[in-house]
């Protein structure tokens, strides 16, 4: 659906408390108060949430990201997202055929 004028997102989050977001042309990522948020196309389980992955191929309203840590950055590629935790590490999620993950499996 095409908007020609800025239209809220209606999200479970306050927005007041967003560090961060990040968007392409059909998802997004957002960091709030250490925590990510995603919402868009769930195309090659970029939004984080596996267990929606074959259910929900969109998400129209920002789904908190389970992750271990607190985090601190968030990169997002074309069909990947990369994030980086308080203590240093990185977590990432999505296509990763191409080694973009940075794990030892495609």
């Known amino acids: ?14 927005f007041r408390s967003l ?12 960091l709030c108060n250490g925590k990510v948020y995603s919402w868009g196309c769930n195309l090659f389980s970029r939004l984080g949430l596996p267990a929606l992955s074959s259910q929900l191929p969109k998400v129209r309203l920002p789904r908190l990201v ?21 203590s240093g590490s990185a977590y990432a999620w999505g296509k990763g055929n191409l080694g973009q993950l940075g794990i030892d499996r495609y």
Do not use: C, Q, R
């Not at 659906?1 to 306050?14: D, R």
């Open 19 to 30: 560090e961060k977001i990040s968007s392409n042309s059909d998802f997004n990522v957002a």
């Open 66 to 86: 389970s992750l271990p840590e607190k985090i601190v950055k968030i990169a997002m590629g074309t069909y990947h997202v990369v994030v980086v935790s308080s």
């Open 1 to 14: 659906t095409l908007h020609i004028v800025p239209y809220p997102v209606l999200a479970p989050l306050s």
